[in-house]
């Protein structure tokens, strides 16, 4: 079965100090993308960041970054200098066959 | 830029009654998807589109019928609506099906039946 696995219900992090959260997935296919989705209490869900499973370097995105162990099927995202504006839910996601395989999520709390 | 618009954003249904939720994008996007949220998980497919006339069913199907008769409207048809209905849907789309394609979301609707 193809899943998604996000095993912290919710993070914390000072605000402007750094915070990883964690995604692993399971798959059989050889070519897939990855996603982080954000989504504010204004349930809009907005895409952070993506990955191709065949590229080897990890996307980056401003303060955003991941870090793709293709092997391990993890796919973690860093973010730097959390801001208020950060406070959300993240949602991991690959996309298989027309649809996007989704995590629970990860709620991040940022303390001013 | 309006993007996609779902309408209502909040809804109450008793038990057996019917609704439509209305879903409307204007990027000329061919792939348009319903899904729905329930609480502590992730995103569930209900249905999908590929494209005006070709819908098929997602993860989550049963309970509801969708019908795309133009690029830009993909509606949501709930015909007995159950408690176990209740959840935030979300329509979204994309312009493709390609695996990097990116997924544009509506605000979603949150639906409660009782």
């Known amino acids: 079965a193809q899943t998604v696995t996000q095993s912290q219900p919710e993070m914390s992090v000072q605000e402007a100090e750094t915070v990883t959260l964690s995604c692993t997935y399971d798959?059989?296919?050889?070519?897939?993308?990855l996603f982080w989705y954000k989504q504010p209490p204004s349930r809009q869900m907005i895409l952070v960041i993506r990955?191709?499973?065949?590229k080897q370097q990890n996307a980056t995105e401003n303060r955003f970054s991941v870090n793709f162990q293709k092997a391990a099927k993890s796919f973690s995202l860093k973010i730097s200098d959390s801001q208020l504006g950060d406070a959300a839910m993240y949602f991991c996601?690959?996309?298989?066959?027309?649809?996007?395989?989704w995590g629970a999520g990860t709620k991040l709390i940022i303390k001013p | 830029n309006a993007g996609v618009t779902q309408t209502p954003k909040f809804r109450i249904l008793k038990i057996g009654q019917s609704m439509t939720l209305q879903c409307t994008q204007d990027?000329?996007?061919?792939?348009m998807y319903w899904y729905r949220q329930d609480p502590g998980m992730g995103l569930k497919l209900i249905y999908y589109?590929?494209?005006?006339?070709?819908?098929d069913k997602g993860e989550v199907p049963n309970g509801y019928n969708v019908s795309r008769s133009t690029t830009e409207d993909f509606p949501l048809r709930l015909e007995l609506a159950a408690p176990s209905q209740t959840s935030v849907y979300f329509c979204?789309?994309?312009?493709?099906?390609?695996?990097?394609?990116?997924?544009?979301f509506g605000q979603g609707t949150r639906l409660t039946v009782v």
């Open positions: 979204a789309s994309s312009y493709g099906g390609e695996l990097y394609a990116e997924a544009f």
């Open positions: 990027m000329n996007h061919n792939y």
């Open positions: 589109s590929v494209g005006a006339g070709i819908t």
């Open positions: 798959t059989s296919e050889s070519d897939y993308y």
């Open positions: 990955q191709e499973a065949y």
């Open positions: 996601a690959y996309n298989s066959n027309y649809q996007l395989i």
